[in-house]
């Protein structure tokens, strides 16, 4: 499994990550064998949020592995804080501190590789922000910070009053979700793949050396469903099946390499909970796409080049 420089912090990290949002839907002993195969085929980085199963993903996932020290070295682990589910998204130092303090308790650790704002609050006070990432970073508690979901302009503002800069930015990416891509392509002509969405959030990223996290990376729309194996496109499907049997691997192995392709080392983060897929996914870290195979995936996803 290739590594990357998670935002050129020194954290190398596979560039697949397991999410581990589902993991409190099933047994414990199924958490144990997902965890331990992921850390076999070179997974190290596993993706947490505080409103995952209300919380009960963190505590399986800590009791899955029977959560230790020596254990715990060998990983490392991201949580999210800020939503609240149905009701509103909370900045405000009281709720990341306490947010954070109860996901440690969940995961049975000391401290988490990095912590991410799960989605913009439009309440935020910046220099609040500041000192709850200040005193987390300070206590030990976090050693690295980002985001997730988040325009440039909302990063440089929160950049503005840290001192811990953001270094991550978890955004929907996939063959089926590619604005951060169609604008760039399409500058400077009249049609609605040229309309910028995200604030140029892909270059951003790249020049401010920020690690793009691709979320649902097999689903179109938002939770609409998987296009894999989907009637609903036929031409894309028929693509990567065809390059899929031509290179010896799965469509889910070419969907994940076609996210991995791009130069800008996007992290992938797969939420599978079924062993033999997770080991597919696995494979695309050996699979090398051309430049023309990428393109067309994505002219098979119904995208067009000016």
């Keep these: 499994m290739k590594k990357i420089d998670i935002g050129k912090s020194g954290i190398y990290a596979s560039e697949l990550g397991l999410g581990c949002m589902r993991i409190a839907g099933i047994e414990k002993s199924e ?12 997974i190290n980085f596993f993706d947490h949020a505080d409103i995952y199963g209300g919380g009960k993903s963190e505590e399986v996932f800590a009791d899955a592995i029977n959560m230790n020290s020596t254990i715990r070295e060998k990983m490392i682990i991201q949580t999210k804080c800020a939503i609240v589910p149905g009701i509103m998204y909370d900045f405000s130092k009281e709720h990341i501190l306490n947010s954070v303090d109860k996901s440690l308790k969940r995961l049975k650790t000391d401290y988490v590789d990095t ?55 978890q955004l929907q990416f996939s063959i089926m979700h590619t604005g951060m891509i169609d604008s760039g392509l399409n500058m400077n002509i009249k049609n609605d793949s040229s309309i910028d969405r995200d604030g140029g959030v892909l270059e951003y990223c790249r020049l401010k050396d920020i ?18 194996d989907n009637d609903k496109f036929p031409i894309l499907n028929n693509k990567i099946n065809e390059i899929a049997e031509k290179k010896g691997v799965t469509n889910t192995a070419i969907a994940t390499a076609w996210i991995l392709r791009h130069p800008s080392k996007i992290q992938t983060i797969v939420g599978t909970m079924n062993p033999k897929r997770l080991k597919e996914i696995c494979k695309a870290s050996d699979i090398d796409l051309t430049r023309q195979e990428w393109y067309e995936i994505y002219l098979a996803a119904g995208n067009k080049l000016p």
Excluded: C
């Design 115 to 169: 912590l991410l704002l799960h989605r913009p609050d439009t309440l935020m006070e910046p220099e609040e922000v500041a000192e709850a990432f200040s005193q987390l970073y300070s206590e030990g508690k976090v050693k690295k910070f980002g985001v997730s979901n988040h325009t440039p302009v909302q990063i440089e503002l929160l950049n503005k009053y840290l001192d811990n800069k953001i270094i991550i930015n």
């Design 31 to 42: 958490a144990e064998k997902i965890i331990k195969i992921s850390l076999e085929e070179g």
């Design 211 to 228: 690690t793009i996290q691709a979320w649902s990376p097999y689903q179109y729309g938002f939770f609409e469903g998987v296009f894999l």
